[in-house]
């Protein structure tokens, strides 16, 4: 038996003769009020659920009638009473408040099955101040922290998934529940809690423009356990904050084996950055393997720029991921299939397209109903031992930059252009990054280098096996605009750059040699253009 002090066990079974339900989200309330009427269990209520349970022609008593008083305050005030709180917290093999029990009229109650209000539905459907403090619940998680604490005698409900369990255990154990199960439940019941305490308190800051808050707490709530994490020894799951931007966690997958851990972390990558391309100007297509970008391009069509994408690096994007920024057609999809690919995800997807990406079983197929918006502020995280790294997300956008000219020959219009998308697509590359572009499409991208020089080489490399496979005379870097998301510190990787064939560089700027970067550039007839910004990505 499990121990609740030195001097009290906790008993294994315990029988439920009073249940308090107090729920916003009523789903299946009714049916379980009908299950746990007919074992003969007395129900307590409050508020709405009060007058459901009632409209269903069941036996409830109001709590007011415990407590001897009336809601008030619109409803504030209502559980917050020690008749309530004493059936929770009571200690029942506790001689002492055994006896207190007694001297004040306190009930046991053995069941609390309570849910929350709307908190994180209110705040993403953007309520205005007032409207989103009025539904931060206050008697609702006092009374679940209460009955958890207690799970010695009280089983603690938070999510309507758990009642049919709870009714299974009634019925094996003749209206008792098992410790295990009480505990598995108030575990359950403080991670709710935290999760909602940590939403309101992130939204608080949020409101208040506090950027470092004294205590920072993220939540999340389980969407799925996976097969492993990053390798097959790593156990691993994924939870969603609540946050409501189109991607990975809100998609809905139309067909295909379960996500793993490397397919979320990767089609995230992939969607973020194809959505740096407004589809209203161009479709475009953005193929990414570990969580890099093989292939970037616009095109005059879906299926164009899903071309273009590929050849940049054709052999890289094997079992890679594809994200769309415009609706999947049957066209795109068919070209798509040819190529062995983990995980399409797209805004939406025709009915045509479905029916040919369904010859791929195992293929992926995700709707995000809708595209992340790149400008919108948000929060990142990343664990380091004993800590959390928080941040605001990169949402710079090089359309809102002053680009400074900085070489004695400014960049064409179509150089202009090719630098501003290799600078996109450069700020979702794994620093150190370099990215050659040319005519809306990367001509070759080198990532994750401890050397700036050695990124542009590979990029290089990479632009000259494109085009032997695809039987060019010369590299697409030839005649290109390179970006490079941080500045160049030495004149070497800018001599790189034009090695390659590129005629114009955009980069942050802001080194102790910049302008030896720039005399650089002048000799060799380079344009060059600084944006004052950095995408430092590790």
Same mark, same amino acid.
């Given at each position: 038996m499990a121990v609740i002090s030195k001097k009290i066990p906790a008993p294994d079974k315990v029988e439920i003769k009073t249940a308090l339900i ?15 009427? !007919? ?50 917290l009571a200690i029942r093999d506790d001689g002492e408040h055994q006896d207190a029990m007694k001297t004040h009229g306190i009930e046991g109650i ?50 309507? !998934? ?16 098992? #410790? ?5 439940? *108030? ?37 799925? &356990? ?9 156990? !691993? ?64 069509? $879906?299926?164009?720029? #899903? ?34 690919? &983990? ?14 990406? *369904? ?5 992926? $197929? ?80 080198? *990532? ?39 500045? $160049? ?37 380079? !344009? ?11």
């Amino acid at each position: 038996m499990a121990v609740i002090s030195k001097k009290i066990p906790a008993p294994d079974k315990v029988e439920i003769k009073t249940a308090l339900i107090s729920v916003f989200d009523k789903t299946g309330i009714v049916e379980l009020a009908h299950a746990l009427s !007919a074992r003969g269990v007395r129900l307590l209520s409050t508020g709405g659920t009060y007058k459901a349970i009632t409209a269903a022609g069941l036996a409830v008593t109001d709590v007011s009638e415990i407590t001897g008083f009336p809601e008030i305050m619109d409803g504030r005030v209502k559980t917050l009473h020690p008749m309530v709180h004493g059936g929770l917290l009571a200690i029942r093999d506790d001689g002492e408040h055994q006896d207190a029990m007694k001297t004040h009229g306190i009930e046991g109650i053995d069941l609390a099955v309570i849910n929350l209000y709307p908190f994180e539905e209110v705040r993403a459907a953007g309520g205005d101040y007032p409207t989103t403090v009025e539904n931060i619940d206050i008697g609702g998680p006092a009374m679940i922290r209460a009955s958890a604490k207690n799970h010695a005698y009280v089983t603690t409900l938070t999510d309507p !998934a758990d009642y049919a369990e709870l009714l299974e255990q009634l019925s094996a154990d003749d209206g008792k529940t098992a #410790y295990a199960f009480r505990q598995r439940m *108030a575990a359950k019941a403080y991670a709710r809690t935290a999760a909602y305490d940590a939403m309101i308190s992130n939204w608080f800051a949020e409101a208040l423009s506090i950027d470092t808050p004294r205590h920072r707490v993220i939540g999340g709530a389980l969407k799925e &356990e996976m097969r492993y994490g990053e390798n097959p020894h790593q156990k !691993a799951a994924f939870y969603v904050t609540g946050e409501k931007r189109p991607g990975v966690s809100t998609a809905a997958l139309l067909q295909g084996k379960q996500l793993s851990y490397n397919n979320i972390n990767d089609t995230d990558a992939a969607y973020e950055l194809v959505a740096e391309f407004l589809p209203e100007k161009a479709p475009a297509c953005a193929i990414i393997k570990h969580a890099n970008p093989c292939g970037v391009a616009t095109g005059s069509s $879906l299926v164009e720029a #899903y071309r273009r994408a590929l050849a940049c690096d054709s052999v890289s994007a094997f079992g890679g991921i594809i994200a769309l920024n415009q609706t999947l057609d049957a066209e795109t999809a068919e070209e798509i299939v040819k190529l062995f690919t &983990e995980v399409i995800i797209a805004p939406d997807v025709t009915e045509e397209a479905k029916v040919i990406v *369904a010859r791929k079983p195992n293929l992926r $197929l995700l709707s995000a109903r809708g595209l992340p918006d790149p400008r919108v502020a948000g929060l990142t995280a990343k664990t380091v031992s004993g800590g959390l790294l928080v941040q605001s997300r990169d949402n710079g956008m090089v359309e809102d930059l002053e680009l400074k000219v900085v070489t004695k020959r400014a960049p064409t219009a179509q150089e202009l252009d090719d630098m501003k998308f290799a600078f996109k697509v450069g700020k979702h590359v794994k620093s150190n990054a370099v990215v050659y572009a040319k005519d809306g499409q990367t001509a070759g991208i080198g *990532a994750g280098q401890m050397s700036r020089v050695d990124s542009a080489r590979i990029a290089a490399l990479k632009a000259e096996e494109a085009a032997k496979a695809l039987g060019l005379a010369v590299p697409m870097t030839h005649g290109s605009a390179v970006a490079s998301e941080a500045f $160049l510190p030495f004149a070497d990787g800018l001599l790189s750059m034009i090695a390659a064939g590129a005629t114009a560089v955009i980069q942050p700027g802001g080194s102790m040699r910049d302008q030896e970067v720039i005399d650089a550039a002048n000799e060799h007839g380079v !344009a060059m253009v600084f944006t004052g910004m950095r995408h430092f990505r590790h």
